[in-house]
């Protein structure tokens, strides 16, 4: 698993994975925050490539998934995030946003 930056800003949130209790393992995705209007949620548009058998191509696709967002992070629409897949937080929520990835990486 790749080493992840802890973020400066601290949160009392107890579903954070830097400052509460939640444990966080599984996958790591990287995505595109979609939509913020949720309190303490996002959701991601992830993109990829599917093999299509006939017509032996790949085709794009993508899937968008709904991940909390701890305060301490509070990533806003039009950001590219790390998401980290986690306990299940509600009925839709299983993943956790746990750092922004900047231009440089």
Not at 67 to 81: L, M, S
């Amino acid at each position: 698993m790749m080493s992840l930056k802890k973020p400066e800003n601290v949160c009392s949130d107890q579903n954070c994975p830097f400052h509460g209790s939640l444990a966080v393992r599984g996958r790591l995705l990287d995505g595109m925050v979609v939509s913020d209007r949720m309190s303490k949620s996002v959701v991601i548009r992830i993109n990829y490539t599917k093999f299509d058998r006939k017509y032996e191509r790949y085709a794009r696709a993508s899937s968008r998934i709904t991940a909390h967002n701890p305060p301490c992070i509070d990533a806003k629409r039009g950001e590219r995030v790390r998401i980290a897949e986690c306990r299940p937080l509600s009925k839709t929520k299983s993943f956790c946003v746990v750092e922004k990835i900047t231009e440089e990486e």
